[in-house]
């Protein structure tokens, strides 16, 4: 067993191959040795503005080669990256950096969290500091990936494992060494953040979209021959929608895994992905930031099992309950739970929140679904309200926590209308008996919110959203604008 810190696999992989590609993006490359080099300068003139092991620091750059060295130089002191979206407003990154409580921020304008020390986007360290390799320290916590609550409140998911990893014992999520590995989703989400992170970490050169585009997805794949990536569904969706002459122009032969999450997949798009690729290349992982379970199904083993989302790795367990919390028999539909090998607490804590679990450590995703006599799980639907948009979670009670504090809205409620690009698209239904436009509505959004999380389309309605005690009933608001769509 050898264990290695993230500074010194950078650092074995720089010396292995100095010359090899790390990094690319948008055309831009850094080699392993610069990479190496330039995180032990930026790590020091981190140390200046006063990061120590085990602080977290907030990163809120966009996809670029900068994003990755950032978190690397944080690694190198022991300290523990925290990304978050670029594009937030400042009302919704305060809150962030308030629960987050960063020794810095970077990717932000200076002064803008009034003395904490925040570094701009470009940001350079002084020449003059030294890039030799620093004193080998590991983060006690890997990640700290910050995810939106069902309070209305953001919450922080604090990884439980170090900045540190023994890849003799086993690679992760079928990566190999040495490849090539396309980035198309945003380095703030989980995925995209952890699995690069390893690809980097391996040896991998890393291809890092500034945002996701079809075409030109196909046209990185053939260009770099990658090898592994992970999309979204609404990714997917939009790949299959180019003309067939258009899709079918690229060549695709070295991508040998292409793993989505994130969101549930149509089965016809699934399906049409496994025919046009192969079954051994179409991949599918269901899980939680938090770490608790995660399943795997290639697509040829998904053929023989439709609709599951397949087995758990490792020795985490699933059981299925109904409402009373009793555990139900093989194939009867309730929430599934799930238990990681080392009982609850062992792979995450939350800051700004609190675990919700059954007796004996039990947690939920939130998703119902049953598992068969083979220990297959099946997903039926979500218990909670949350709605999956392009594989981003979005909660309604934040958006709902946004709406209402225009002084003109009496009360709200946000549901997530079916979608057939995104998967779900951001209703807002707002009683104003004051009156508020909706251009004038979303502008206070947009002034508070990330846009993704910003309602498509705004119904208002002349009566109170929430009872007496203070409930929306948005599954029954869904059901009327799905079932019968004129009273939308």
């Known amino acids: 067993m050898v264990v290695k810190s993230v500074s010194r696999l950078i650092t074995e992989n ?16 850094v080699n392993r040795r610069q990479l190496d080099l ?6 020091r003139a981190y140390t200046q503005l006063g990061v120590m092991t085990d602080d977290l620091v907030t990163v809120a750059l966009p996809n670029s080669i900068e994003f990755y060295e950032a978190c690397i130089a944080i690694w190198k002191l022991g300290a523990t990256p925290q990304p978050i979206s670029a594009r937030l407003p400042l009302v919704e990154r305060e809150a962030i950096v308030e629960l987050a409580n960063p020794a810095i921020v970077v990717g932000a304008e200076p002064g803008s969290h009034g003395a904490r020390p925040v570094l701009p986007v470009g940001f350079e360290a002084d020449p003059a500091l030294s890039d030799a390799a620093l004193p080998d320290v590991t983060a006690r916590y890997w990640k700290a990936p910050t995810s939106g609550g069902s309070t209305g409140r953001p919450k922080i998911i604090v990884s439980a494992n170090p900045g540190a990893f023994d890849f003799d014992i086993a690679l992760p999520l079928r990566q190999m060494r040495n490849r090539a590995q396309l980035v198309s989703g945003p380095l703030y989400h989980n995925g995209p953040f952890s699995f690069s992170m390893n690809g980097l970490y391996l040896g991998n050169h890393i291809i890092v979209m500034t945002r996701f585009d079809a075409e030109q997805t196909l046209r990185l794949i053939e260009q770099h021959r990658i090898d592994w990536m992970m999309m979204v569904p609404t990714m997917m969706l939009r790949i299959w929608k180019l003309p067939a002459e258009v899709r079918n122009a690229y060549d695709l032969s070295s991508l040998r895994i292409m793993l989505h999450l994130a969101a549930p997949c149509p089965p016809w798009l699934k399906e049409e992905w496994i025919n046009w690729l192969g079954g051994e290349r179409v991949h599918e992982l269901f899980g939680g930031t938090e770490g608790t379970g995660a399943t795997w199904i290639t697509g040829d083993e998904w053929m023989q099992h439709k609709g599951s989302v397949g087995k758990l790795m490792g020795a985490s367990k699933v059981k299925v309950v109904d409402k009373q919390g009793s555990d139900l028999p093989v194939g009867e539909i309730g929430e599934i739970f799930l238990l990681p090998e080392g009982g609850q607490g062992s792979t995450y804590h939350y800051i700004g929140a609190e675990s919700q679990a059954l007796e004996g450590g039990w947690e939920s995703l939130g998703d119902l679904g049953y598992v068969d006599e083979a220990g297959y799980i099946y997903l039926t639907d979500r218990k909670t309200d949350m709605i ?4 981003a979670n979005i909660y309604p009670a934040e958006v709902e926590a946004a709406i209402d504090a225009h002084p003109a809205v009496r009360s709200s409620a946000v549901i997530g209308l079916p979608d057939e690009d995104l998967g779900q ?8 008996p004051d009156g508020v436009s909706e251009a004038e509505l979303i502008s206070f959004l947009n002034a508070r919110m990330v846009r993704y999380k910003v309602p498509r389309s705004i119904e208002f309605v002349d009566y109170p959203l929430r009872d007496d005690a203070g409930k929306t009933r948005r599954s029954a608001l869904l059901r009327e604008r799905t079932t019968n769509p004129g009273s939308a």
Do not use: C, F, Q, Y
Request: hydrophobic residues 40%.
């Open 38 to 43: 330039r995180t032990n300068r930026l790590a």
């Open 388 to 391: 999956l948009s392009g594989g």
């Open 14 to 29: 720089a010396k292995a191959d100095p010359d090899a590609p790390a990094i690319t993006h948008e055309g831009d490359t």
């Open 425 to 432: 698209v951001i209703h807002g239904i707002v009683d104003a």
